[in-house]
């Protein structure tokens, strides 16, 4: 299995569970100490636009100013998808391994992401 394979396998293990969360579970604690379900769904979702944003030549502080924003919009399934789409889209490039992205842990390779967005959906499906 490729990156870009494990891609599209995390994307769907994520929405599977996306599909179970309701509204009242929002409130309730999330399996990451000190964060509500809410909290972490955001989180991940918000990592969507904002991988977008690296690929777009964002610098981490553009990323800031997103962190405090509503990325679930009502609708976790449909603010991840809003999001997802268009950024798995971008990760299924050639390429990505010569491109340099600025994230706060620092310079990334467009290939970097990828894996990192693995990682993510694929450790936040729990």
Not at 22 to 33: D, M, N
Not at 44 to 57: K, P, Q, S
Not at 87 to 116: C, E, F, I, T, Y
């Amino acid at each position: 299995m490729d990156d870009v394979q494990a891609l599209a396998l995390a994307v769907d293990c994520f929405e599977r569970a996306l599909s179970d969360v309701r509204q009242e579970h929002l409130v309730l604690p999330s399996k990451c100490e000190g964060w509500t379900v809410y909290d972490l769904l955001n989180h991940v979702i918000g990592g969507g636009r904002r991988y977008l944003m690296l690929l777009d030549g964002a610098t981490p502080a553009d990323l800031d100013q997103t962190r405090s924003h509503d990325h679930l919009g009502g609708n976790p399934l449909e603010g991840f998808k809003r999001w997802q789409d268009p950024l798995s889209d971008r990760l299924s490039v050639p390429g990505l391994d010569d491109l340099v992205v600025h994230h706060p842990a620092g310079d990334r390779s467009g290939l970097d992401l990828l894996r990192m967005r693995n990682l993510e959906l694929a450790l936040h499906s729990w």
